[in-house]
């Protein structure tokens, strides 16, 4: 197994430096907003018990918010979901014991105190994040790894951390064609493998899985299974007791409560309202002369897709390509013929998309969700990928997780894409929050002001 020289120390050299930080800002604006007792020795000692107070709520906090539960893989659009909501929940106990409190260690100037508080716990915490992740792009704090028994699946994963070097692993191939348990053993001791990815949909003997399971538990080997891409058995239950005894229910996704739905349908109009009124009132004329200017044909581009629960409706987009017969059955290609200069502008920025938030109104779409294909597309795949029909579940959206972790396009490995695509929309169905769709927006709207370089 792989010494893990570094990992146990690293949590607790974070959490020091979060509350360094936090007592630092506290301790500034108590100096600066109390300069007389700067040297009052009971008002310090007083301060320094309300101070521990504060490090314990953060501490308890960071419990329900997982912010020190950070795996290897996490991406940063999950971890600013995380440090958002911990934030707000802090700055909102930080608020409300400044308001019953007399402690003037509570009372400096707390919506200023609030604004510092988040800004440097935000600067710092995405410093420490991408810096572990720069360190791990270069090898340091690898995990020594290995596949066994590849599959379809397998090549998923494995594409992935091939692709994603900040997380940090190094695949060692096991080339040999045979299981021999002596000559497993001797490979993880010579290359310090510390986990085993093998397939649950694997074409190994019961015994040579139960003997595999063994020596990797002898030999402290971490085993980590791969649910296959063509089965969706995996997302259709939740493990859970009755007692001791574990039972498999039917689970139910956060938008099947109405308390979420509601919100998020809520949040979808205002949104969209504020959008087409302040920002679409001017700018779709402007849009609509540059598509009559540069080209022939209607300004809308309207296409059926699937949307809730395979309802099939209008998705509205404009026009970026040439009138063709091919629109509703050919996807995308890299240097496409059809596509007009204009529209390569339209698409680079995502400005093609900007009439779907009609479609968010009549209530076909929402601002967040899986990005809806052309029925072609969706008919071709759904057999192919089990959980494909998981994105139906929710509402289709104008930007999705996928879109912003730079899985969209149709270029390169399609099948693999697609597969990585649909595990992201199958993630955001089952992993919901309002909070995650705030920062999927945030991140639309850099990518829009950057350009997207898989937007073609």
């Not at 490090?55 to 979901?81: A, V």
């Not at 205002?270 to 004329?285: D, E, K, R």
């Amino acid at each position: 197994m792989q010494r893990i020289r570094y990992s146990r120390y690293l949590k607790s050299i974070i959490i020091l430096l979060d509350l360094v930080v936090i007592a630092s800002i506290f301790i500034f604006f108590f100096l600066s907003r109390n300069a007389e007792l700067k040297y009052n020795q009971e008002t310090w000692y007083q301060n320094a018990f309300s101070l521990i107070l504060l490090f314990l709520f953060w501490m308890l906090l960071s419990g329900r918010t997982k912010i020190y539960n950070i795996p290897r893989n996490l991406t940063y659009t999950l971890f600013l979901e995380r440090l958002l909501i911990h934030c707000l929940l802090f700055i909102l106990g930080v608020l409300l014991i400044g308001k019953v409190s007399y402690n003037v260690f509570f009372n400096s100037d707390v919506y200023w105190l609030s604004f510092y508080l988040f800004f440097f716990i935000f600067l710092a915490k995405s410093l420490i994040y991408f810096t572990i992740k720069y360190f791990r792009s270069l090898g340091i704090n690898h995990r020594n790894i290995m596949f066994l028994n590849e599959d379809s699946s397998t090549e998923v994963l494995k594409n992935i951390l091939i692709n994603r070097k900040d997380y940090g692993y190094k695949i060692f191939n096991y080339s040999k064609s045979g299981i021999s348990s002596a000559d497993l053993v001797e490979f993880w001791k010579k290359n310090g493998i510390h986990t085993l990815f093998l397939p649950t949909d694997h074409s190994l003997t019961e015994n040579t899985e139960s003997e595999i399971f063994s020596l990797a538990e002898a030999n402290k080997v971490h085993v980590t299974l791969i649910p296959s891409i063509t089965q969706s058995d995996f997302f259709l239950y939740d493990l859970e007791y009755i007692q001791t005894q574990p039972v498999l229910n039917q689970a139910r996704y956060p938008l099947d409560y109405y308390s979420n739905f509601l919100l998020k349908r809520v949040f979808d109009i205002i949104f969209s309202v504020l959008v087409l009124v302040g920002i679409c009132s001017w700018l779709f004329p402007i849009i609509a002369i540059f598509i009559k200017i540069t080209s022939k044909g209607p300004v809308f581009f309207l296409q059926k897709r699937y949307g809730f629960h395979e309802e099939v409706f209008h998705c509205i987009k404009f026009r970026t390509m040439i009138v063709n017969d091919e629109s509703a059955t050919k996807t995308t290609e890299e240097n496409d013929s059809r596509i007009t200069k204009f529209g390569k502008i339209l698409r680079k920025t995502s400005l093609d998309e900007l009439p779907q938030f009609i479609n968010v109104l009549k209530g076909e779409m929402s601002i967040v969700g899986p990005r809806p294909h052309m029925l072609a597309v969706d008919n071709y795949y759904k057999p192919k990928i089990g959980r494909y029909s998981l994105r139906s579940m929710v509402s289709p959206g104008i930007t999705g997780l996928a879109q912003v972790n730079g899985l969209r396009g149709d270029f390169g490995d399609v099948e693999v894409d697609m597969k990585k695509r649909i595990l992201a929309d199958a993630f955001y169905v089952r992993n919901w929050s309002f909070v995650l769709d705030i920062v999927i927006i945030l991140k639309t709207i850099l990518l829009v002001i950057g350009g997207d370089k898989n937007a073609k």
